[in-house]
């Protein structure tokens, strides 16, 4: 049974830092695509960024720059690096395991298994 847990997320001032987490069991993070989602009050989900099998690495355009996706692959977790964290990227961020290799457009359809979420808030 494949579990997803993210942790790291909090309270922080714009220009802040965070670094997210999502520990896997029942899969092995190095094999496959994997995605952040997140999704803001009021908002709908939005793909931040996906790493695939081979760590390729792919960011939605209002994160590029400030994000780093990452493999922990002797911890078996994904990673997300943020700085110069923006009142706008205040959301539930959400982990996402897929089972094939390839993310392709890393849309939410292509993933099988979700984490239940972890929150950030930064305050102007």
């Known amino acids: 049974q494949v579990q997803l847990v993210e942790s790291g997320g909090g309270s922080v001032q714009a220009g802040g830092s965070l670094r997210l987490s999502c520990a896997a069991s029942g899969y092995s993070v190095s094999s496959y695509c994997m995605g952040w989602f997140r999704q803001g009050p009021g908002k709908e989900r939005e793909r931040v960024a996906h790493i695939d099998g081979y760590g390729g690495t792919t960011y939605a355009d209002s994160v590029k720059g400030r994000f780093t996706i990452s493999k922990d692959n002797a911890r078996n977790t994904l990673n997300l690096e943020m700085n110069s964290l923006k009142p706008e990227d205040t959301a539930m961020y959400y982990c996402?395991?897929?089972?094939?290799?390839?993310?392709?457009?890393?849309?939410?359809?292509?993933?099988?298994?979700w984490g239940e979420g972890t929150q950030v808030t930064v305050s102007a």
């Open positions: 996402a395991a897929s089972l094939g290799r390839y993310c392709g457009f890393g849309r939410a359809n292509i993933y099988a298994h």
